[in-house]
T-cell receptor, first 112, second 114 residues
Framework: SQQGEEDPQALSIQEGENATMNCSYK?????LQWYRQNSGRGLVHLIL?????REKHSGRLRVTLDTSKKSSSLLITASRAADTASYFC????????????FGKGTRLHILP | DTEVTQTPKHLVMGMTNKKSLKCEQH?????MYWYKQKAKKPPELMFV???????INESVPSRFSPECPNSSLLNLHLHALQPEDSALYLC?????????????FGEGSRLTVL
């Protein structure tokens, strides 16, 4: 099952700039999550937004959700070198919250 | 304790070997997951256990055999694997068992099949 598509696939920005990643999905969802993965490591949960929410903030992260367009965006403000990682959106497939499917991911590289 | 522990971290095996990957969590989570991840690709769902019962099998070949002996442990038994099965195998857990919550991941077991 494939659910999410992120774009861009890869993004390089200067430290201090903002990074925006987008995710589109195919089926109805109850919530959408974003995860970060440092190279070859496990994934770390960043933020969860429910289908009845439009925007959510956590520290330097801002997530939006547009269920009519089946899309979400993740904004990282004032980027740091430590933000270099891959970022994935994840959703439950066909409203099955135990069947969590990941999008293709965006590889973010922060340049010093 | 918010850790999911996976062992071994690295495993090299031949195509005729039998080996197992182990995953352990002590957070009281009742859902546990196996994902497979190839380089520069997203994690692919393999199996989900909910309350120690297999709830999802994503048409995974029978050479991969999951087992959930109790609520804290999840194993993945490997037999007669192919070189294309080489990947990072990630275990995750969540609470509640029905989802709607974040996944906690282990650091993964990197498998190489020769």
């Amino acid at each position: 099952s494939q659910q999410g598509e992120e774009d861009p696939q890869a993004l390089s920005i200067q430290e201090g700039e903002n990074a925006t990643m987008n995710c589109s999905y195919k089926t109805s969802i109850n919530n959408l999550q974003w995860y970060r993965q440092n190279s070859g490591r496990g994934l770390v949960h960043l933020i969860l937004i429910r289908s009845n929410e439009r925007e959510k903030h956590s520290g330097r992260l801002r997530v939006t959700l547009d269920t009519s367009k089946k899309s979400s965006s993740l904004l990282i403000t004032a980027s740091r070198a430590a933000d270099t990682a891959s970022y994935f959106c994840a959703t439950g497939y066909m409203n099955r919250d135990d069947k969590i499917i990941f999008g293709k991911g965006t590889r973010l590289h922060i340049l010093p | 304790d918010t850790e999911v522990t996976q062992t071994p971290k690295h495993l090299v095996m031949g195509m005729t070997n039998k080996k197992s990957l182990k995953c352990e969590q002590h957070m009281g989570h009742r859902a546990m997951y196996w994902y497979k991840q190839k380089a520069k690709k997203p994690p692919e769902l393999m199996f989900v256990y909910s309350y120690e019962k297999l709830s999802i099998n994503e048409s995974v070949p029978s050479r991969f055999s999951p087992e959930c002996p109790n609520s804290s442990l999840l194993n993945l038994h490997l037999h007669a694997l192919q070189p294309e099965d080489s990947a990072l195998y990630l275990c995750a857990s969540s609470h509640p068992a029905g989802g709607t919550g974040e996944l906690f991941f282990g650091e993964g077991s990197r498998l190489t099949v020769l």
